[in-house]
């Protein structure tokens, strides 16, 4: 059931839904998420039972403000609370030594946790009223990240009390995760929050993650049901992605601009899988800092599809 996101019946409706150990669909400003009580182990289960999401991959804790930090995170170091100042309200996750009141399975086992504020109104509205959601995106495990309350798949609609439509997802990719639980901050997952701006906050070089990443960051991921290959230019004939002019209906023309290009890139490789082409040609974005988190996914949606 989607109900208009920014109504506060239905902000009620989501808030009960959740304090009963439901689930949610919710939109943040990178994708949508499904959204439970982070601190009810049996609320959680249920995320990853919905997703079929394996037990070993942790979610992200959303809150409300950078002020509920310490009811989640043990330790709060100086460049998270620089990051969080920045980039907070935002698409930047911190992982963090975890207090003892966050249940393991919302953090697969590990004594680290995943947090960030996210830059949604329906969502900081939402957080306000439930506390601490964690919420993973709403997707089946592997498929497309929806970045549209009607994008998201059947099957998880099905299992959730209902969908808060806070329209088109502005930033389009998930969220930059960013670890500070050791020594040298680590990029586990590039996003449009790039090194070079975390660079620049925190004065430090940040290791940009090639050797590590995320748990649960395997290499198929993010990938439409379609097979995608990534070409240099397309054909007349192919179905796709391209920087030019359209040449026939199945081809879409992406911005040349980055936070464009993301903003709209799920939704576009959504409507390829709709259309029912065969193969999705993608033209290879350019190479610069600014790309990073776009050709991550879309390699990882590549790789996917050559099995
Ligand atoms: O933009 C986003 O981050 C979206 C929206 C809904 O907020 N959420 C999202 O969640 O993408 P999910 O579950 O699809 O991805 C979470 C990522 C995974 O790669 C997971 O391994 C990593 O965050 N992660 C979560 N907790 C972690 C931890 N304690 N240590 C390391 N990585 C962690
Ligand atoms: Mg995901």
Redesign the pocket.
């Known amino acids: 059931m989607i109900l208009p996101g920014s109504d506060s019946q239905s902000l009620d409706f989501a808030t009960k839904a959740i304090s009963e150990g439901k689930l949610v669909g919710?939109p943040?400003e990178?994708?949508?998420?499904i959204a439970a009580n982070a601190l009810d182990p049996a609320a959680v289960k249920g995320i990853f039972d919905l997703k079929g999401?394996p037990s070993d991959?942790?979610?992200?804790v959303?809150l409300a403000s950078s002020e509920q930090l310490d009811r989640i995170a043990a330790e709060v170091p100086k460049a998270a609370i620089e990051l969080a100042k920045r980039f907070w309200p935002g698409?930047l996750?911190l992982?963090l030594p975890?207090r003892p009141e966050v249940p393991d399975i919302t953090?697969?086992g590990?004594d680290?946790?995943?947090v960030?504020v996210?830059a949604h109104p329906v969502a900081l509205a939402l957080l306000e009223k439930t506390g601490p959601l964690a919420?993973?995106?709403?997707n089946r495990f592997m498929q497309l990240?929806p970045t549209r309350a009607d994008a998201i798949d059947s099957q998880i609609a099905g299992g959730l009390a209902c969908i808060l439509d806070g329209g088109p997802c502005e930033?389009g990719?998930?969220?930059t995760?960013l670890?500070l639980?050791g020594g040298t901050p680590t990029i586990?997952?590039p996003?449009m929050i790039s090194v070079e701006l975390i660079e620049s906050v925190l004065g430090v070089q940040v290791d940009a993650g090639e050797s590590r990443?995320?748990?649960?960051?395997y290499p198929r991921h993010y990938s439409p049901r379609t097979p995608l290959r990534l070409v240099r230019e397309l054909g007349a004939d192919d179905s796709g992605l391209t920087f030019n002019g359209p040449r026939n209906e199945r081809q879409i023309q992406m911005p040349a601009e980055p936070r464009a290009y993301a903003s709209q890139l799920y939704g576009a490789l959504h409507r390829l899988d709709e259309l029912g082409v065969e193969l999705i040609h993608v033209q290879l974005p350019p190479k610069g800092a600014k790309w990073v988190a776009i050709n991550d996914r879309l390699t990882k949606a590549a790789e996917s599809s050559i099995s």
Request: glycine share 6%.
């Open positions: 919710l943040t990178t994708v949508y998420g999401r991959n942790p979610l992200i959303h698409p996750t992982v975890k953090t697969a590990l680290t946790v995943a960030r996210p919420a993973p995106s709403a990240s930033v990719i998930e969220s995760v670890d639980s586990l997952r996003g990443r995320s748990p649960g960051n």
